[in-house]
T-cell receptor, first 113, second 107 residues
Framework: NAGVTQTPKFQVLKTGQSMTLQCAQDMNHEYMSWYRQDPGMGLRLIHYSVGAGITDQGEVPNGYNVSRSTTEDFPLRLLSAAPSQTSVYFC????????????FGQGTRLTVV | GQQVMQIPQYQHVQEGEDFTTYCNSSTTLSNIQWYKQRPGGHPVFLIQLVKSGEVKKQKRLTFQFGEAKKNSSLHITATQTTDVGTYFCAGGNDMRFGAGTRLTVKP
């Protein structure tokens, strides 16, 4: 079982560039989410989706877009990268939001220079 | 909005010593989950607590959920080097994470 697959694992961007972080899960989970992890700040929710075609903002959504066209995929788009977006990004999925085990991807370490 | 505070931020122990991390919420939580993240890894689910006053054990790990469902703790008895990592709590349906407690263990 692949679980949650994130690509790429590492990325360096220049300020102003755009890119998409990919996330796919093969567990038929309805709920998917994106977090960023910064030192001393834990995991902060960026965007989430409770099903295909439904997305909503989390705690820190500015500068990011998401879409959910299929149950399996939940890409995160950085529109115009800024140094403040340097972070480790995790995608997660679960059967139901907040009441069932969340499975995390391996993470993407993003550096914006 | 809901805040989940976790203390301590860091804990360094000698192998064999006990370790405890605490989570406190400003509001009543419907449930709380605990995750472990090894250095360089991703968070991995440990357990979920739902009932007021609930206590669950996993070998050397003991998890508690407070009577008011506003606080929780994770206690590790006789730490081992394999316990190294950061432990996170996540509270409520919107899974608001605490900042985590980073545990290091000296052999």
């Amino acid at each position: 079982n692949a679980g949650v697959t994130q690509t790429p694992k590492f990325q360096v961007l220049k300020t102003g560039q755009s890119m998409t972080l990919q996330c796919a899960q093969d567990m038929n989970h309805e709920y998917m989410s994106w977090y960023r992890q910064d030192p001393g700040m834990g995991l902060r929710l960026i965007h989430y989706s409770v099903g295909a075609g439904i997305t909503d903002q989390g705690e820190v959504p500015n500068g990011y877009n998401v879409s959910r066209s299929t149950t399996e995929d939940f890409p995160l788009r950085l529109l115009s990268a800024a140094p403040s977006q340097t972070s480790v990004y995790f995608c997660a999925s679960s059967y139901r939001r907040g009441i069932s085990e969340a499975f995390f991807g391996q993470g993407t370490r993003l550096t914006v220079v | 909005g809901q805040q989940v505070m976790q203390i301590p931020q860091y804990q360094h122990v000698q192998e064999g010593e006990d370790f405890t991390t605490y989570c406190n919420s400003s509001t009543t939580l419907s449930n709380i989950q605990w995750y472990k993240q090894r250095p360089g890894g991703h968070p991995v689910f440990l357990i979920q607590l739902v009932k007021s006053g609930e206590v669950k054990k996993q070998k050397r790990l003991t998890f508690q959920f407070g009577e008011a469902k506003k606080n929780s703790s994770l206690h590790i008895t006789a730490t081992q080097t394999t316990d190294v990592g950061t432990y996170f709590c996540a509270g409520g349906n919107d899974m608001r994470f605490g900042a985590g407690t980073r545990l290091t263990v000296k052999p």
